[in-house]
């Protein structure tokens, strides 16, 4: 029996969070047989410079309420709480000072992949976790045709999580939202009642994210 935990970490802005993010967090805990998965809303994601991101206490509160049920997902602020930019790099060694001995498995989606030769300190990410890439495609070849040379080399660490097609997007939701139409079964319950009580996203022309 294992002694080392293994965690899963889901960034993201979550803006909103979404039953296809959950779908992805179970799929990860499970495939790669994980004992939690971490989400970790982003404070200022400096990918996405002159966006407006929604404030990241109300981001934070909905992933809380959509975890809430499951005793495998927990959410952190350690992003929310950070002064400056938001990078990997920084949130991976702060959650390896709480356990040392942690495998950590950073779960990105399959878009972002080109952007990772971009991405702060990527080196110094590899030697602290395996990135495990969010693909709905089984063929080995298929995956490695696009991915940047930053993936490449025996010492990368990296896996790919096989899901199903959830063709849910935040930017869809917002949309939705701003244009007064039904977000029914896109997100939790709970998330959708804390949107609607507290008037979020109803503003129109609002940004990707």
């Known amino acids: 029996m294992r002694n080392t935990m293994r965690i899963g970490v889901f960034g993201g802005t979550f803006d909103p969070v979404h039953s296809g993010h959950l779908i992805v967090a179970e799929d990860a805990r499970i495939q790669l047989e994980l004992d939690w998965i971490l989400f970790v809303p982003a404070g200022y994601p400096w990918m996405k410079e002159g966006t407006n991101v929604l404030q990241g206490k109300h981001r934070l509160r909905m992933v809380e309420l959509a975890i809430q049920d499951n005793p495998h997902f927990r959410v952190s602020d350690v992003e929310i709480n950070r002064v400056g930019p938001s990078y990997s790099v920084d949130t991976l060694e702060e959650i390896l000072s709480w356990d040392q001995q942690a495998q950590l498995f950073l779960i990105i989606g399959n878009d972002v992949v080109s952007d990772l030769p971009q991405w702060h300190r990527m080196d110094r990410v590899f030697e602290l976790c395996t990135v495990v890439i969010v693909t709905r495609s089984v063929h080995e070849k298929e995956r490695n045709i696009s991915m940047p040379s930053v993936l490449k080399g025996e010492r990368r660490r990296v ?13 869809e939701i917002r949309r939705r939202f701003a ?10 319950q709970v998330v959708l009642s804390y949107i609607l009580e507290e008037g979020l996203y109803l503003e129109e022309g609002v940004p990707d994210a």
């Open 159 to 171: 896996a790919f999580l096989d899901t199903i097609a959830i063709d849910i997007s935040s930017t």
């Open 179 to 188: 244009a007064g139409q039904s977000n029914q079964y896109r997100l939790p």
